[in-house]
């Protein structure tokens, strides 16, 4: 990843890093607790499978504020597990909960991501035998729903009670249980006790906000090595406590939006030039996506404690 700074075409070559950047996967404490209630399960499903034993299928429930890093850590775990163009079969399954989110439209969906889309949208009940069909057919272990509040808004108390129990019969299922791995915003923790039977089979990972005094450690390390893989040094300033505390304000706590502010820094600092990471390439990354002034800027302000990062933007003056 060595940039000619020279180039004519010294652009493409940052976007090149970047985009390098964007796709490098940061390992994180939810991360590590996700990937191992997902192998237990799998192997326990395996395990009965081969045993030729029936299991009731077991759930996890991700949980996390947006920008947390949900879609991302679950896309980079089932990424080995999805199935290749024209394999028969798919040990995992994903998809995105539709808006609005009934019953037959989630059923169309999964439809969808299990490889058989429908043009015409036949009754719910024929939808949902397809799905039983294919999930078994496809040997589909867990089915992975993101946005999975979004089953609980805007439709009836009917409707929602019809999707909480459709899920739950997939879980139930006797002759091809499958696991659901739900992810969403923390609405999706009510929705899951609205049925404490559903409750019950749901193991929950939370993705926490980060802080700079629980793991300062780590956050410098992810700096460090952010800036590494663009050649760049990190200014001795990026190790301290306070800018720590600035950078995990700016992010709102929220891991994924940091690693976005650090990608976004690295960007200035390579067009800026230099072979340093400074505190004002962050201050200047801030100010490009959030549009702020100065006097809000929590990589600036002085009292960036009370600054609140998800209301910064496009120029709000607090
Ligand atoms: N582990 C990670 N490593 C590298 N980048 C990450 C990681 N987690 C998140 N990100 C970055 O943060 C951005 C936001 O993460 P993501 O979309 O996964 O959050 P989310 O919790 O699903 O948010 P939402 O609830 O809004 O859908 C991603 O686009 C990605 O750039
Ligand atoms: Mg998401």
């Known amino acids: 990843m060595t940039l000619p ?3 004519e075409n010294r652009a493409d070559h940052i976007a090149a890093v970047v985009v390098e950047l964007r796709a490098f996967f940061a390992h994180h404490e939810g991360y590590a607790m996700l990937r191992e209630q997902f192998e237990i399960l799998l192997a326990e499903r395996r ?6 034993r029936p299991v009731e299928a077991r759930g996890i429930a991700v949980i996390g504020d947006t920008g947390s890093g949900k879609t991302t850590a679950v896309r980079h775990l089932l990424r080995s597990y999805l199935p290749e163009a024209g394999e028969a079969t798919a040990e995992v399954a994903s998809f995105q909960v539709p808006s609005p989110a009934t019953l037959k439209h989630v059923g169309h969906e999964l439809l969808n991501a299990l490889g058989y889309p429908m043009n015409r949208l036949p009754t719910t009940a024929i ?12 040997q589909v272990k867990f089915l992975h729903l993101d946005e999975a509040q979004d089953l609980a808004i805007s439709q009836s108390d009917r409707e929602k009670i019809a999707v909480v129990n459709t899920l739950k019969s997939l879980m139930q299922n006797n002759s091809w249980p499958v696991g659901l791995i739900l992810s969403g915003m923390p609405d999706l923790r009510s929705m899951l006790n609205m049925d404490p039977q559903l409750a019950r089979r749901f193991h929950p990972v939370e993705f926490q906000p980060i802080s700079a005094a629980r793991s300062g450690g780590n956050i410098m390390q992810i700096v460090h090595a952010y800036g590494a893989k663009a050649c760049l ?43 340093t ?39 709000v003056e607090l």
Not at 47 to 52: E, F, K, N, P, S
Not at 250 to 271: D, K, P, Q, T
């Open 5 to 7: 700074l020279a180039s």
């Open 47 to 52: 395990a009965a499978l081969a045993a030729g």
């Open 127 to 138: 939808i949902w035998d397809k799905v039983r069909f294919h999930l078994r057919e496809r």
């Open 233 to 275: 040094e990190t200014a001795s300033g990026l190790g301290e406590r306070e800018f720590l505390e600035r950078l995990v304000q700016a992010s709102a706590h929220e891991f994924g939006r940091m690693i976005e502010l650090i990608v976004n820094a690295i960007r200035e600092r390579l067009y800026a030039g230099g072979a």
């Open 277 to 315: 990471l400074e505190a004002g390439d962050f201050a200047a990354a801030f100010r490009r996506s959030t549009g702020v002034v100065d006097g809000v800027n929590p990589f600036i302000a002085d009292q960036f404690q009370h600054l609140d990062a998800r209301m910064l933007r496009g120029g």
